[in-house]
């Protein structure tokens, strides 16, 4: 199975604040990467996917890049919605990994 | 609009089985594929395998072979997964999911929580 790393794990950041968040794949995966975010007691939304394409109505300071291992979610102005969990996964080959999760809280 | 609307809550012995429904609309069901994932408390999503709602082949994780059934009623337009002996470590939050246009899960269900427990 491909193993997908995000870092960090948490983070605590200020609205206004630009937030990166890394995921690494044990293997390469194309574009085939999507990023989801969960707020508690919620199922998740798809914010990004094939690494780099803006899910329609998801606000534009969400984006994302990367290709092959090394991916990146990009929030360039947090704001007070976007505290919550932020979760990787690639879909080049089942089964469908994810990554541990970035929990975005409030500083 | 497109809606996944998925059975309540369960409670389990260890041993049990368990099925869960997801029941969509807003869309022709069988054209997509629907994932099941699941997430455990604290741990990360786990997908579990898939259905093609058109002609019924499935693909499952190897973790669950053998113990995790998904299949489909087109008439009902609704999806189907069970899980069988069933033990603590399978409690968690079971999600259906329809990918969109491309290999993403664009829409999901509620989630139904599963809990096995003596």
């Known amino acids: 199975d491909i193993q997908m790393t995000q870092s960090p794990s948490s983070l605590s950041a200020s609205v206004g604040d630009r937030v990166t968040i890394t995921c690494r794949a044990s293997?390469?995966?194309?574009?085939?990467l999507n990023w989801y975010q969960q707020k508690p007691g919620k199922a998740p939304k798809l914010l990004i996917y094939?690494?780099?394409s803006l899910q329609s109505g998801v606000p534009s300071r969400f984006s994302g890049s990367g290709s092959g291992t090394d991916f990146t979610l990009t929030i360039s102005s947090l704001q007070p919605e976007d505290f919550a969990t932020y979760y990787c996964?690639?879909?080049?080959?089942?089964?469908?990994?994810f990554g541990q999760g970035t929990k975005v809280e409030i500083k | 609009q497109v809606q996944l609307v998925q059975s309540g809550a369960e409670v389990k012995k260890p041993g049990a089985s368990v099925k869960v429904s997801c029941k969509a609309s807003g869309y022709t069901f069988t054209t997509y594929v629907m994932h099941w994932v699941r997430q455990a408390p604290g741990q990360r999503f786990e997908w579990m395998g898939w259905?093609?709602?058109?002609?019924?082949?499935?693909k499952y994780s190897q973790k669950f072979q053998g113990r995790f059934t998904i299949t489909r009623d087109t008439s009902a337009t609704t999806a189907y997964m069970e899980l069988s002996s069933l033990r603590s470590e399978d409690t968690a939050v079971y999600y259906c999911?329809?990918?969109?246009?491309?290999?993403?899960?664009?829409?999901w269900g509620q989630g139904t929580l599963v809990t096995v427990s003596s």
């Open positions: 094939a690494a780099s």
């Open positions: 259905i093609d709602a058109g002609n019924g082949n499935t």
């Open positions: 999911a329809r990918d969109g246009s491309g290999s993403y899960n664009q829409y």
């Open positions: 996964q690639q879909s080049y080959i089942t089964p469908r990994t």
């Open positions: 293997q390469t995966i194309s574009t085939f």
